[in-house]
Protein backbone atom coordinates (compact mmCIF):
# COMPACT_ATOMS: atom_id res chain seq x y z
CA UNK A 1 0.00 0.00 0.00
CA UNK A 2 1.08 3.66 -0.80
CA UNK A 3 1.78 6.04 1.60
CA UNK A 4 0.70 9.30 0.32
CA UNK A 5 2.17 12.47 1.64
CA UNK A 6 1.79 16.13 1.62
CA UNK A 7 4.81 18.10 2.44
CA UNK A 8 4.59 22.33 3.50
CA UNK A 9 7.65 24.39 4.10
CA UNK A 10 7.99 27.69 2.91
CA UNK A 11 11.59 26.98 1.54
CA UNK A 12 11.26 25.75 -2.21
CA UNK A 13 14.35 23.97 -1.47
CA UNK A 14 13.68 21.80 1.21
CA UNK A 15 10.51 20.63 -0.33
CA UNK A 16 11.85 19.67 -3.55
CA UNK A 17 14.89 18.37 -1.92
CA UNK A 18 12.85 15.99 0.54
CA UNK A 19 9.96 15.07 -1.87
CA UNK A 20 12.86 13.41 -3.97
CA UNK A 21 14.21 11.19 -1.08
CA UNK A 22 11.09 10.36 -0.17
CA UNK A 23 10.04 8.99 -3.06
CA UNK A 24 13.13 6.96 -3.65
CA UNK A 25 10.79 4.52 -1.02
CA UNK A 26 8.43 2.84 -3.41
CA UNK A 27 5.80 2.80 -0.92
CA UNK A 28 5.83 6.65 -0.31
CA UNK A 29 4.00 9.01 -2.60
CA UNK A 30 4.32 12.83 -2.63
CA UNK A 31 1.33 14.14 -3.69
CA UNK A 32 1.80 17.36 -3.63
CA UNK A 33 4.30 20.42 -1.65
CA UNK A 34 3.49 23.81 -0.87
CA UNK A 35 5.76 26.74 0.48
CA UNK A 36 2.86 28.78 1.75
CA UNK A 37 0.39 28.54 4.11
CA UNK A 38 -2.93 30.23 2.31
CA UNK A 39 -2.38 28.15 -1.09
CA UNK A 40 -2.34 24.99 0.85
CA UNK A 41 -5.57 25.87 2.86
CA UNK A 42 -7.22 26.97 -0.16
CA UNK A 43 -6.39 23.81 -1.83
CA UNK A 44 -7.18 21.31 1.11
CA UNK A 45 -10.71 23.10 1.09
CA UNK A 46 -11.67 22.44 -2.64
CA UNK A 47 -9.64 18.83 -2.41
CA UNK A 48 -11.54 15.78 -3.44
CA UNK A 49 -8.66 13.38 -2.02
CA UNK A 50 -6.21 13.77 1.27
CA UNK A 51 -3.39 12.13 1.92
CA UNK A 52 -2.49 9.72 4.48
CA UNK A 53 -0.47 12.12 6.26
CA UNK A 54 0.97 15.42 6.44
CA UNK A 55 4.46 16.93 7.21
CA UNK A 56 5.04 20.34 7.89
CA UNK A 57 7.84 22.89 9.44
CA UNK A 58 7.07 25.05 12.36
CA UNK A 59 7.60 28.09 10.88
CA UNK A 60 6.00 28.48 7.30
CA UNK A 61 6.10 32.57 6.48
CA UNK A 62 4.22 34.32 8.63
CA UNK A 63 2.20 31.25 9.91
CA UNK A 64 3.23 27.88 11.89
CA UNK A 65 2.66 24.20 11.95
CA UNK A 66 0.03 24.79 15.29
CA UNK A 67 -2.22 27.29 13.05
CA UNK A 68 -2.21 25.00 9.93
CA UNK A 69 -3.26 22.08 12.11
CA UNK A 70 -5.44 23.66 13.99
CA UNK A 71 -7.71 24.87 10.47
CA UNK A 72 -7.14 21.32 9.00
CA UNK A 73 -9.23 20.06 12.20
CA UNK A 74 -12.24 22.92 12.02
CA UNK A 75 -11.91 21.91 8.07
CA UNK A 76 -13.12 18.34 9.40
CA UNK A 77 -9.78 16.98 8.13
CA UNK A 78 -8.19 14.50 10.72
CA UNK A 79 -5.11 13.28 8.62
CA UNK A 80 -1.89 12.83 11.35
CA UNK A 81 0.14 15.71 10.91
CA UNK A 82 3.97 15.50 11.43
CA UNK A 83 6.17 18.56 12.81
CA UNK A 84 9.30 19.52 12.11
CA UNK A 85 10.95 21.81 13.95
CA UNK A 86 14.78 23.88 13.92
CA UNK A 87 13.96 24.54 17.45
CA UNK A 88 13.47 21.21 18.56
CA UNK A 89 13.83 20.35 22.32
CA UNK A 90 13.20 16.36 23.69
CA UNK A 91 11.22 18.20 26.81
CA UNK A 92 8.45 19.18 24.49
CA UNK A 93 6.82 15.93 24.37
CA UNK A 94 3.50 17.98 26.26
CA UNK A 95 3.62 20.14 22.91
CA UNK A 96 2.76 16.74 20.92
CA UNK A 97 -0.02 15.77 23.28
CA UNK A 98 -1.63 19.24 23.64
CA UNK A 99 -1.88 20.49 20.28
CA UNK A 100 -2.59 16.68 18.18
CA UNK A 101 0.72 16.31 16.26
CA UNK A 102 1.46 12.67 15.35
CA UNK A 103 4.96 13.20 16.17
CA UNK A 104 7.67 16.09 16.38
CA UNK A 105 11.11 15.55 15.17
CA UNK A 106 13.99 17.98 14.88
CA UNK A 107 14.75 19.12 10.99
CA UNK A 108 18.31 18.23 11.32
CA UNK A 109 17.51 14.31 11.34
CA UNK A 110 18.67 11.89 9.12
CA UNK A 111 16.45 11.64 5.99
CA UNK A 112 16.47 8.22 6.69
CA UNK A 113 14.85 8.92 10.19
CA UNK A 114 11.70 10.22 8.84
CA UNK A 115 10.91 7.79 5.89
CA UNK A 116 10.92 5.73 9.11
CA UNK A 117 8.59 7.86 11.13
CA UNK A 118 6.69 7.89 8.02
CA UNK A 119 5.95 3.97 8.24
CA UNK A 120 5.21 4.15 11.95
CA UNK A 121 2.87 6.95 11.74
CA UNK A 122 0.71 5.79 8.93
CA UNK A 123 0.72 1.85 10.91
CA UNK A 124 0.12 3.20 14.35
CA UNK A 125 -1.17 6.69 14.05
CA UNK A 126 1.92 8.50 16.44
CA UNK A 127 5.37 7.91 16.91
CA UNK A 128 8.28 8.80 19.82
CA UNK A 129 11.74 9.46 20.14
CA UNK A 130 13.31 7.36 22.75
CA UNK A 131 14.21 10.58 24.45
CA UNK A 132 10.69 11.73 24.51
CA UNK A 133 9.13 8.63 25.48
CA UNK A 134 10.79 9.03 28.68
CA UNK A 135 10.16 12.71 29.22
CA UNK A 136 6.35 11.16 29.04
CA UNK A 137 6.54 8.65 31.33
CA UNK A 138 8.47 11.11 34.03
CA UNK A 139 5.20 13.01 33.42
CA UNK A 140 2.88 10.21 33.60
CA UNK A 141 4.02 9.78 36.76
CA UNK A 142 4.19 13.18 38.49
CA UNK A 143 0.42 13.66 37.43
CA UNK A 144 -1.30 10.08 38.12
CA UNK A 145 -4.99 10.59 39.30
CA UNK A 146 -7.87 8.60 40.36
CA UNK A 147 -10.92 8.19 37.51
CA UNK A 148 -13.84 9.82 37.83
CA UNK A 149 -16.65 7.96 38.03
CA UNK A 150 -18.58 9.34 35.22
CA UNK A 151 -15.36 7.93 32.52
CA UNK A 152 -15.65 4.66 33.87
CA UNK A 153 -19.32 4.61 33.18
CA UNK A 154 -18.75 6.33 29.81
CA UNK A 155 -16.25 3.74 28.44
CA UNK A 156 -17.31 0.38 27.80
CA UNK A 157 -15.16 -2.97 28.21
CA UNK A 158 -14.66 -3.07 24.57
CA UNK A 159 -13.27 -0.14 24.58
CA UNK A 160 -10.96 -0.84 27.48
CA UNK A 161 -9.72 -3.31 25.25
CA UNK A 162 -9.46 -1.73 22.35
CA UNK A 163 -7.37 0.95 24.47
CA UNK A 164 -5.00 -2.15 25.98
CA UNK A 165 -3.71 -2.86 22.72
CA UNK A 166 -3.17 0.76 21.51
CA UNK A 167 -0.79 0.81 24.26
CA UNK A 168 0.93 -2.09 23.41
CA UNK A 169 1.99 -0.64 19.88
CA UNK A 170 -1.53 -2.65 18.26
CA UNK A 171 -2.10 -1.33 14.90
CA UNK A 172 -5.80 -1.10 13.92
CA UNK A 173 -5.46 -4.17 11.57
CA UNK A 174 -4.37 -6.00 14.38
CA UNK A 175 -6.71 -4.86 16.85
CA UNK A 176 -9.31 -5.53 14.64
CA UNK A 177 -7.95 -9.28 14.51
CA UNK A 178 -7.54 -10.29 18.38
CA UNK A 179 -10.94 -8.88 19.04
CA UNK A 180 -12.38 -10.43 15.86
CA UNK A 181 -14.50 -7.16 14.94
CA UNK A 182 -14.26 -5.22 11.48
CA UNK A 183 -11.45 -2.35 10.93
CA UNK A 184 -14.25 0.16 10.80
CA UNK A 185 -15.10 -0.91 14.42
CA UNK A 186 -11.85 -0.39 15.84
CA UNK A 187 -12.15 2.91 14.48
CA UNK A 188 -15.38 3.62 16.07
CA UNK A 189 -13.98 2.25 19.64
CA UNK A 190 -11.10 5.10 18.90
CA UNK A 191 -13.33 8.14 17.89
CA UNK A 192 -15.69 7.16 21.02
CA UNK A 193 -12.32 6.81 23.24
CA UNK A 194 -10.76 9.93 21.81
CA UNK A 195 -14.72 11.98 22.36
CA UNK A 196 -14.81 10.71 25.95
CA UNK A 197 -11.23 11.25 27.08
CA UNK A 198 -11.05 14.94 25.06
CA UNK A 199 -7.60 13.54 24.00
CA UNK A 200 -6.62 14.30 20.38
CA UNK A 201 -4.21 11.75 19.82
CA UNK A 202 -3.04 8.61 20.11
CA UNK A 203 -0.09 9.76 22.76
CA UNK A 204 -2.93 11.92 24.05
CA UNK A 205 -4.87 8.84 24.69
CA UNK A 206 -2.45 6.82 26.51
CA UNK A 207 -1.41 9.58 28.64
CA UNK A 208 -4.51 10.52 29.78
CA UNK A 209 -5.57 6.78 30.26
CA UNK A 210 -1.79 6.15 32.68
CA UNK A 211 -2.97 9.48 34.24
CA UNK A 212 -6.59 8.61 35.56
CA UNK A 213 -5.53 4.74 36.34
CA UNK A 214 -6.52 2.81 33.02
CA UNK A 215 -3.29 1.75 32.02
CA UNK A 216 -0.58 1.23 33.82
CA UNK A 217 3.08 2.31 32.74
CA UNK A 218 4.48 -0.86 32.61
CA UNK A 219 1.38 -1.70 29.76
CA UNK A 220 2.84 0.89 27.58
CA UNK A 221 4.85 -0.53 24.45
CA UNK A 222 6.16 2.61 22.42
CA UNK A 223 8.63 -0.03 20.54
Same mark, same amino acid.
Given at each position: ?16 ? /?????? $?? &?? !???? *?? =? +? ?35 ? /?????? $?? &?? !???? *?? =? +? ?41 ? $? ?91
Amino acid at each position: MTIKVILLDDEVLITDL /LSNFLQ $QD &PA !IEVM *ST =Y +NFGTSFLDAMQEATTLPDLFIFDYRIGDTDGIELLKR /LRVLGI $QT &PV !ILLS *SH =Y +NDSLISFIVKTGFAAFLPKNMKPSTLTEVIHEVHAKGFYLLPA $QFEHLREQMQVKAQPLTTDLKLALSEREIEVLHLIAQQKTGKEIADLLFISLKTVEGHKNNLFLKTGAKNVVGLIVYAVQHKLLSLDEISMY
